[in-house]
RNA sequence: GGAGAGGUGGCCGAGCGGCUGAAGGCGGUCGCCUGCUAAGCGACUAUGGGGGUAUAAGCUUCCAUCGAGGGUUCGAAUCCCUCCCUCUCCGCCA
């Protein structure tokens, strides 16, 4: 949600931003509405102030024990009125809530204009991409004849789109969430946090994952939804708080399934552990002042890319363009990895600023000053990193001509030692 | 799941139809006092929204908000209903 102000005093800077984004939004009607809403309410609330001056009257003549009768009949007349006045305005008002909670953010002038993917830009690539004197095998077929991927077994517990992991992969896959978050608590300073896996409405409207995605989510039969990511619950973390300026910022970490019907989607992207509707996830997450912003969100995106380093994966950073942007940031950078066996490049992390628009929703303030007015905080996130996606990276990128997958060095630790993963025997 | 108790400002806590946006305390800010420290004294200290004025802040006025939503009433923190949450006890369970 962003400031409400904008919408009557900068109303093209809305539109301008609107446009970038390819967001299809009758701002004009928001305007209006928000006209009609300020119209409203001067009339309601002289009204109310006259029926509580006249109520304030009838109280001191009935302690005089004079009649107050006449002023009674008054007051009701006057508040018949009054209720009309304040059921037009409740309509308005849910109006204009609703089509505020449906506007995205305005997107910060460094990110680049565009319509798709394609406008995207690379901001770097590090790594080397490996060369194979052989075909490079697809994660998902090896993983299978490994025996680490079960799609099949998936399928049969839950569904398409459903990944199963078996002996190391799912050694592996824990390791890596294990790396991951002992790198962030005990390198980045982020606090650990093990949330739970589902979240209510509140939460879900906090983070506008609701309400215009909905069909992204899975819900439950009693009005929760399983969270398609941890920013839900870290984001909520501080709900309806207001934190001191020395809290801030506040760095969190989290380990959580994460559950997306993503009902539309499908295609090449969907083959192996690409698309799922049950992947894991560390999270990282943070609560910073509006001037630490930026650089903040840097340092977030250098916690992300450690890891992929530490795994020796080849990768990229883009930033994201105005066309590809999702509804809630203001700006964010996408770290890819390289896939040999599809030759693509895949997306390990997405790094997000909102600047206040989540704070807005989720009412998280802080106080400049112990005695300062409280102003909204700034969050951002970013995947650090998607562990599903980042096991599959290491089995393409680590692959031996023989079908064996080598373990990175890091990992090996996690994995009781383990170097690497052989095919069993025939 | 059953039974009981409760949800009030940054925090604790009083109020149980009108003079209560809310006593008191803690915390905080500013000032005074004290040759350090501690203590003491005084003032100020909720949030959101509309309007006026000034636009760097500010000042002023009105409205709303005492878990959420509805109802009764001229008037609700206070009475009634529904829901949510917390605590205690019982049951069930990893």
Not at 40 to 62: D, F, Y
Not at 101 to 114: A, K, Q, R, S
Not at 381 to 395: Q, V
Request: include cysteine.
């Amino acid at each position: 949600m962003i400031d409400r102000r904008l919408i009557r005093e900068q109303p093209e800077k809305i539109r301008a931003a609107l446009r970038h984004r390819g967001y299809e939004f009758d701002l004009d009607e928001l305007v209006e509405v928000e006209k009609r809403r300020r119209e409203l309410l001067a009339i309601v609330e002289s009204g109310r102030a006259q029926r509580n001056a006249l109520s304030e009257q009838i109280g001191r003549l009935m302690q005089e024990g004079s009649d107050a009768q006449s002023l009674k009949q008054k007051a009701t007349a006057l508040g018949e009125e009054l209720t009309q006045h304040e059921e037009e305005l409740g309509q308005v008002e849910e109006q204009f809530e609703a089509l505020m909670l449906e506007l995205p953010n305005i997107p910060l002038e460094e990110v680049p204009i565009g319509e798709s993917e394609e406008d995207n830009v690379v901001v770097y690539t590090k790594g080397k991409i490996r060369r194979f004197d052989f075909t490079p095998v697809g994660h998902w077929e090896l993983g299978e004849r490994l025996g680490i991927l079960n799609f099949q077994v998936a399928a049969k517990q839950a569904g398409a789109r459903f990944a199963t992991d078996v002996g190391a992969g799912a050694t592996l896959e824990r390791a890596l969430i294990n790396f991951m978050l002992d790198t962030h608590t005990r390198k980045h300073g982020y606090t650990e946090v093990l949330p739970p896996f589902l979240a209510n409405e509140r939460s879900c409207y906090g983070t506008a994952n609701l309400p215009k995605f909905e069909e992204d989510l899975f819900k439950t039969t009693d009005g929760l939804y399983l969270v398609p990511t941890a920013e839900v619950p870290l984001t909520n973390m501080h709900q309806d708080e207001i934190l001191t300026a020395d809290e801030l910022p506040k760095y969190y970490t989290a380990y959580t399934a994460c559950f997306r019907s993503e009902a539309g989607a499908a295609g090449k992207e969907t083959r192996g552990l690409i698309r799922v509707h049950q992947f894991h996830k560390v999270e990282l997450m943070k609560f910073v002042k509006p001037e630490e912003s930026d650089e903040e969100l840097e340092k977030l995106v250098q916690n992300a890319e450690s890891i992929i380093q530490a795994l020796e994966l080849p990768y990229r950073r883009m930033h994201l363009c105005t066309g590809d942007m999702g509804f809630q940031p203001r700006q964010t950078f996408d770290l890819e990895a390289y896939f040999p066996a599809m030759d693509r490049w895949l997306e390990l992390s997405s790094c997000s600023q909102y600047g206040d628009f989540q704070a807005r929703r989720c009412n998280t303030r802080y106080r400049p000053h112990p005695k300062a007015k409280p102003e909204f905080v700034h969050t951002m996130n970013g995947s650090g990193l998607a562990a599903g996606r980042t096991m599959a990276a290491i089995i393409e990128n680590y692959q031996q001509e023989d079908g064996t997958v080598v373990i990175p060095d890091v990992l090996r630790p996690y994995m009781g030692g383990m170097a690497e993963i052989t095919p069993p025997l025939p």
